[in-house]
Nanobody, 117 residues
């Protein structure tokens, strides 16, 4: 099972970016997909999540600015009105089952988002 994240980059304050995360694997059944981020010197923190039969959920710091969506095995997060404090490495995460696993957590590699002031 693999998670491939993409879409990070450098953007000015107030700008927008879209992150994507594609999952792949034999017999993959995805329950929840999420985005986390890690700011240097801080713990990894939850940003947004989708799936599990619930409405999309967001950290308070990104509500109204970030929108998460999912289409089959691909998740996207549209980030608008970016702020310097959004600068971080963003990681995709999912709970999924495959042909050989049941309800396991998986992490993708990070993608760096840098917001200049």
């Amino acid at each position: 099972v693999q998670l491939q994240a993409s879409g990070g980059g450098l953007v000015q304050t107030g700008g927008s970016l879209t992150l994507s995360c594609r999952a792949s694997g034999s017999g993959l059944i995805i329950d929840i997909m999420e985005w986390y981020r890690k700011i240097p010197g801080y713990h990894r923190e939850f940003v947004a999540g989708i799936g599990g039969g619930a409405s999309p959920r967001y950290a308070e710091s990104v509500k109204g600015r970030f929108t998460i969506s999912k289409n089959n095995a691909e998740m996207q997060m549209h980030m608008n009105n970016l702020k310097p404090e959004d600068t971080a490495v963003y990681y995709c995460h999912m709970f999924a089952s495959s042909s050989t696993t049941r309800g396991e957590p998986y992490w993708g590699q990070g993608t760096l988002v840098t917001v200049s002031s």
